[in-house]
Every structure is written in structure tokens, then in C-alpha cells.
């Protein structure tokens, strides 16, 4: 199916969005997101990806909303997405760098959220080492709090511009085989894509060495109390027995940030037996699509010529971001009203 059909059907379904679906204040993660309010994201998305092919992507749709940016950590393509996105919708963005912060003197998260809030943002994109941090800022402030990663926990925002990525190409999701290749354990971003690719129906494949698989994954190996921690997954060891009749395939980098040390024996050794290469994606269904959320250690987790050939669509991935988190903005603001997106102008 091709970009243009799958297009259109986002659009005829966009004449049946409700926004009555969308409950939410805060994008925290996937979890609690229905199937219903993920559509609403990605067709609302493919609406903001019209104004960013503009030849002058800028509309007044957030005047005077205003944005923070709050990274712990480092980040390029997440924060300047989350910019750019407020400021082609007209709201004022600023970034707030940890390093040059009142949080240097010592000042705690829930002191400089309420600070924030007390200039009046509306919201505040957070990035944070803790697991677990933009859900304690949530609960102190009323300003509207995404989670743009924190820990290896979550990271709803790439895994929304996944998904709007990966329908864009092959339409529906449902039982279509989607393998994320690497270090699993240490993932944000594919925790929050298990979530959300599990509500779209799709067959999720997690492949890695066995000391980068999270345990008890399977759901045959969940004690009790865990069976409903996690969506159903398919995990596997052997890359080439995953990578059969894939319809999209994600390799993922390496998270030594955040693993402990005797993970792996070396990089060598892990580059011979996970990197997603040419050789290994002959078994994929021939029209696969590779993808990565980024950045990429080239030469470890995925080949260069792989990266760059002509099933990739990492770029793509990017500018989508912009379009799927200029969504979720603009849905946050409460400024959307139902009436306006079925009568096809909105913003
Ligand atoms: C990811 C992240 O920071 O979690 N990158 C991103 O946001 N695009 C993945 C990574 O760091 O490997």
C-alpha cells in the first residue's frame, strides 16, 4: 500500500475522531492510553505533518501557551523536536538545561517545576535519569508534565512517532511482525513501543543476548502478581530466527549509560552476533521497513549500508516526531474541539 492511500484512509477516519476520547493532562507513558485515543494521536499527527510540508510550517494554533523544556539528560533529536513542534504552532518554547540551573544549587524537582508553573507554563517536557520522575512532577504541579524519557523506563513520545511512522507505510498494524533488536533490558523507547504497538494488535518480536532481555518477559515465566505488568511479547536470542518475515525491523543502541559492567563479553563479539546487517535482513519480508529511534552506533547495532539503504526510513522517523508531538501539544492545550477536526480545519 502506498503513502498516499494509507493517507487517505487516516483522513476518511479522521471524519469519525472523537475527542471525547482524549482524558488526558499528562503523556507519562503508553500504558494508559485506550486504542481509541492512539488513533486519535495519529491522525491528528498526519494533519500536523500537512502544515510541516508547508512551505512556511507556522500557525497561530497555540498562541500564547507557553512550552518549558526541562532535560536532565542529553538529547538532540527529542528536545529540538519538542521545539520546533511548539513553535510552529505560534507558543513560546524555552529550554531550561540542568547544567545551568538552579538544580546545580541544590534545588529539588518539585521546587523547580513549581517555579516553572508559577511563570505560568502550560507545559513541561521532562527528560530525567530517575525512573519514575515526571510522574512525582505530575503530582506537584497542574501544568501539564510529557515525558520525554526517564530512565530506562518510558518514553511515550518516541514510541507514538514509531507507530505514526510505521502506519504510515503499512496501514494497519494489526499481526504485523515487529522485531526490536538489542539491548532490550535498558530500553525506554522499547518498553513504551511494547505498549503501544501491543494495543495496535501488532506481533512484537524482542530480540538480544540473554543479559539484555529484561526476565520474565515471557508470560509464561511471570509469576502471578506480574501477569498483566507487561503486554504479551515473543522473545528470542537468535536474530536470525527473529528477523523471519518481518514486516518492520528496529535496532536499537546499546545502552552503556545505564548497563552495569560483564553485560557482554565485547562489542566485537556483539556486533558478530546482533547487528542488524544486509545478510541477515534477506529473511524479512522483502518490502521490511528499518527503522531506529536514534542515535545510532553505526558498525555495532546496525550496519552502515543498512542504515542508509533504501528500506531505511530513520529520517522519516525524525520529522514525523515533529508532527506526531505537535499532536500531542495541541491536544494538551484543550484548545481542539471536535467539531473543528471533522470539519477538516483545524488547527
Ligand atoms: C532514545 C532515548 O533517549 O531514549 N533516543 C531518542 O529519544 N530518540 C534512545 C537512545 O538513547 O538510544
Known amino acids: 500500500m502506498t503513502i498516499e492511500s494509507n493517507r ?18 499528562n ?137 505514526y511512522t510505521m502506519k504510515r507505510h503499512v496501514g494497519d498494524l494489526k499481526n504485523k511482525k515487529v522485531v526490536m533488536v538489542g539491548d532490550i533490558a535498558h530500553s525506554r523507547v522499547a518498553r513504551s513501543d511494547l505498549w503501544g504497538l501491543s494495543k495496535m494488535g501488532a506481533h512484537v518480536v524482542l530480540c538480544g543476548p540473554p543479559t539484555l532481555l529484561p526476565r520474565g518477559l515471557g508470560v509464561s515465566e511471570r509469576p502471578e502478581h506480574a501477569k498483566n505488568a507487561l503486554p504479551s511479547v515473543q522473545i528470542e536470542t537468535d536474530i536470525d530466527k527473529a528477523l523471519r518475515d518481518a514486516h518492520v525491523v528496529m535496532a536499537l543502541r546499546l545502552q552503556s549509560e545505564r548497563q552495569e559492567n560483564g553485560l557482554l563479553p565485547s562489542l566485537r563479539e556483539y556486533a558478530e552476533n546482533y547487528q542488524v546487517t544486509s545478510t541477515r535482513l534477506i529473511k524479512a519480508q522483502p518490502d521490511y521497513l528499518l527503522m531506529h529511534p536514534g542515535p545510532k552506533n553505526e558498525g555495532i547495532e546496525i550496519a552502515s549500508d543498512v542504515a542508509r539503504g533504501d528500506r531505511s526510513i530513520i529520517e522519516e522517523q525524525v520529522t514525523n516526531g515533529v508532527a506526531v508531538r505537535m499532536a500531542l501539544l495541541y491536544l494538551l492545550s484543550g484548545r481542539v474541539e471536535s467539531t473543528q477536526i471533522s470539519e477538516g480545519n483545524a488547527p
Open 8 to 25: 487517505k484512509q487516516i483522513d476518511k477516519k479522521n471524519d469519525a475522531l472523537s475527542l471525547n476520547q482524549w482524558n488526558h493532562h
Open 27 to 163: 503523556v507519562l507513558d503508553l500504558d494508559d492510553f485506550s486504542h481509541t485515543e492512539i488513533v486519535t494521536v495519529l491522525s491528528l499527527a498526519e494533519r500536523m505533518r500537512e502544515i510541516l510540508d508547508r512551505r512556511i510550517p507556522r500557525v497561530p494554533a497555540l498562541r500564547g501557551y507557553t512550552i518549558v523544556n526541562l532535560f536532565f539528560e542529553p538529547s538532540t533529536r527529542t528536545r529540538a523536536s519538542f521545539e520546533l513542534a511548539g513553535k510552529m504552532l505560534g507558543a513560546d518554547v524555552i529550554s531550561v538545561s540542568a547544567s545551568t540551573s538552579s538544580i546545580q544549587k541544590g534545588e529539588s524537582l518539585i521546587d523547580t517545576v513549581r517555579t516553572l508553573r508559577a511563570m505560568r507554563a502550560d507545559a513541561i517536557i521532562m527528560r530525567h535519569e530517575m525512573a519514575g520522575a515526571p510522574y512525582l512532577a505530575a503530582s506537584h504541579t497542574d501544568a501539564s508534565i510529557i515525558n520525554a524519557g526517564d530512565g530506562a523506563h518510558a518514553h511515550p513520545t518516541q514510541a507514538l512517532l514509531d507507530l
